[in-house]
Each structure stands twice: as C-alpha cells, then as structure tokens.
C-alpha cells in the first residue's frame, strides 16, 4: 500500500491526556497537511510543512495543538490535555510541490479521536 | 466565517438522473477550485477540478462549472449511479484547501 498511512485509526481517551497521532505521507511527496472533521463538517486546515519546515500553523486550534515532521518524511500531530471538544477525525493529506491546486492531495483515511 | 459554502446538506437523486451539487465562496483570491467525494471510514478523494480562467470542465459523467461573478460553482453528475451515493465536498485552492460543509448524494436506485 502506497498511500497516506495514519496511525492509530481509532484513539480513545479521558479528558486531560495527551494523544499524538501519526502520518506516514506518499513517499516523494514534500508537501503534508493537516486537517480536522467534526460530524457534518467539511475537513477544516490546521497546519502544512513542506519539507520539514512548518510553513503554516496560526489556523491550528489553540497552544494545546503542536505538529512536527523532523525528517521531512512522516509527521506528528500531538494534542495535550484533550477536551472533549477535540473529538473529531483528523486528516492527514499529502501531495507534490504546489500540485493543490491540481487536486493531487492524497487523504489517508484519518484518525478519529474520542475524549470521554 | 465561512468561506465556502454548500448550503444543501443532502440531496436525493433517482438513479439515471441528473445529480446538481451546489458551492458558493466567498474570496476572490481562489484560483482553482474541486470537488472530492468521501465514503464512510474513507479519507476524501479527489473527483474534479476547474482553473479560475475556465467557466466549464467535463470529466465523462462528472461537469464542473464555474460562475467567477457569481463565485459559485457547482458540479453535475449525469447519468447518476448507486455508486455515487456519497459525501461531497467542493474545496477552493490558495496554498491549502479551504472545504465546504459537504452535501450527502443519495441516488436511488
């Protein structure tokens, strides 16, 4: 399978705990997204990295939402002290150069977050 | 604020028909705009895209047409399928994607 890997697929946790997630993008691909979904939402951006540098990151959601991807290759997007607002599924889209706007944006198929 | 809209949250269509699906936006600066389709526990992927420089693109069953004066799109499915039953997003390009809300297509069969 060489498409955008997301893992875990599925997190649960208590209010308070930290969650990171996990996004292994198409290899080649320079360009990686972050998005959030909530129920009956269209995907909203929180952040982008082209190459390891973080070239967007005022859209993510509060000082609680922190996202690195050190080699230029996978990235991570960590949560702390989770609130039950946080649940949602989050996207990660992946793509080459500028090609966004050709609709070249591969969508792994997310990860859904639950905080009781 | 939202700056893409789709103002239909679902639609149901009969099999054979013609499927219209809806988007209205907000910034001019959007230079290419898309439409993605989403099954359940599926990431969206990709369907059609329209440059700003064009009014109309066409990808066999699937139109896009684009009304700049307007900033309004929509996107057309003839004949419509069961198979096209699906969550619909259109998406407008800066150097992200800024999605709409999504419209849930039923097509009965």
């Known amino acids: 399978d060489t498409g955008v890997s997301q893992d875990p697929r599925h997190k649960i946790t208590k209010r308070g705990q930290n969650v990171t997630f996990r996004c292994d993008p198409i290899?080649?691909?320079?360009?990686l997204y972050w998005y959030r979904q909530t129920l009956g939402q269209g995907p909203e951006f929180l952040t982008y990295?082209?190459?390891?540098?973080?070239?967007?990151k005022s859209r993510l959601l509060s000082d609680r939402f922190s996202a690195e991807r050190p080699k230029g290759s996978f990235s991570t997007l960590e949560i702390q002290r989770t609130e039950q607002g946080d649940s949602a599924m989050y996207l990660c889209?992946?793509?080459?150069?500028?090609?966004?706007?050709?609709?070249?944006?591969?969508f792994g198929e997310g990860s859904r977050l639950t905080v009781l | 604020d939202q700056q893409v809209k789709q103002n239909s949250p679902s639609l149901s269509v009969q099999e054979g028909r013609i499927s219209i699906l809806n988007c209205d936006y907000t910034n001019s600066m959007f230079d290419y705009f898309l439409w993605y389709k989403k099954y359940p526990a599926e990431g969206p992927t990709f369907l059609i895209s329209?440059?700003?420089?064009?009014d109309k693109n066409e990808d066999g069953r699937f139109t896009v047409f684009l009304n700049k004066s307007a900033k309004h799109l929509s996107l057309h499915i003839v004949p419509s399928q069961p198979g096209d039953s699906a969550v619909y997003f259109c998406?407008?390009?800066?150097?992200?994607?800024?999605f709409g809300g999504g419209t849930r297509l039923m097509v009965k069969p």
């Open positions: 990295f082209q190459n390891e540098a973080q070239l967007e």
């Open positions: 329209i440059s700003s420089i064009k």
């Open positions: 290899s080649e691909h320079n360009r």
């Open positions: 889209a992946s793509t080459r150069g500028t090609q966004v706007n050709t609709g070249e944006l591969f």
């Open positions: 998406a407008c390009a800066g150097n992200m994607l800024t």
